[in-house]
T-cell receptor, first 115, second 114 residues
Framework: AQSVAQPEDQVNVAEGNPLTVKCTYSVSGNPYLFWYVQYPNRGLQFLLKYITGDNLVKGSYGFEAEFNKSQTSFHLKKPSALVSDSALYFCAVRDRASGNTPLVFGKGTRLSVIA | GAVVSQHPSWVICKSGTSVKIECRSLDFQATTMFWYRQFPKQSLMLMATSNEGSKATYEQGVEKDKFLINHASLTLSTLTVTSAHPEDSSFYIC??????????FGPGTRLTVT
């Protein structure tokens, strides 16, 4: 079975400071990992994904994430937070070998960037 | 990039009526579509998976007679909430998967049942 854990319900950070949103996963095989952002009353916007290759993945809006296989983690990071980054962030996973299965989502982490 | 649309984006209906939500893949063919439900401040919960031309597969606890899913073509899937009740009020998000197994999400539909 696939699962994702986002241990923090809320992350608060001052504008200009670096931010990290944590994610750990569990799959039976090798993972496909994704980060999405959701603004109020809006659908999901894709930020980045890890399929294979470099462990550090760069995505939209200056976000990046690092795949760590030994720690089964895929934390989302940004060097300098903006107030406009305030939103709900979801980590998702799919087993690479299970092409037919849908993405499984974490419960989400609400990021609040304070000016 | 691939675009998925949903219609309507917001709907209010009276208790006991039925509501249909459309999900379209605009520039690709979706072999599979997924319907998710999201309660306030909670994650997306998968409701069902539909493959074009076949019956949908529902997740445990989802009433198939209440949430009717039709995947009539490679670009259209519909979710009909039958005999809606206030507890069906939620944010419904569809997702379409292309032949490379990439999954794209629609903007969501806010359903309010009064």
């Amino acid at each position: 079975a696939q699962s994702v854990a986002q241990p923090e319900d809320q992350v608060n950070v001052a504008e200009g400071n670096p931010l990290t949103v944590k994610c750990t996963y569990s799959v039976s095989g090798n993972p496909y990992l994704f980060w999405y952002v959701q603004y109020p009353n809006r659908g999901l916007q894709f930020l980045l994904k890890y399929i294979t290759g470099d462990n550090l993945v760069k995505g939209s809006y200056g976000f990046e994430a690092e795949f760590n296989k030994s720690q089964t983690s895929f934390h989302l990071k940004k060097p300098s937070a903006l107030v406009s980054d305030s939103a709900l962030y979801f980590c998702a996973v799919r087993d690479r070998a299970s092409g037919n299965t849908p993405l499984v989502f974490g419960k989400g982490t609400r990021l609040s960037v304070i000016a | 990039g691939a675009v998925v649309s949903q219609h309507p984006s917001w709907v209010i209906c009276k208790s006991g009526t039925s509501v249909k939500i459309e999900c379209r893949s605009l520039d690709f063919q979706a072999t599979t579509m997924f319907w998710y439900r999201q309660f306030p401040k909670q994650s997306l919960m998968l409701m069902a998976t539909s493959n074009e031309g076949s019956k949908a597969t529902y997740e445990q606890g989802v009433e198939k007679d209440k949430f009717l899913i039709n995947h009539a073509s490679l670009t259209l899937s519909t979710l009909t909430v039958t005999s809606a009740h206030p507890e069906d009020s939620s944010f419904y998000i569809c997702s379409a998967r292309d032949r490379r197994y990439e999954q794209y999400f629609g903007p969501g539909t806010r359903l309010t049942v009064t």
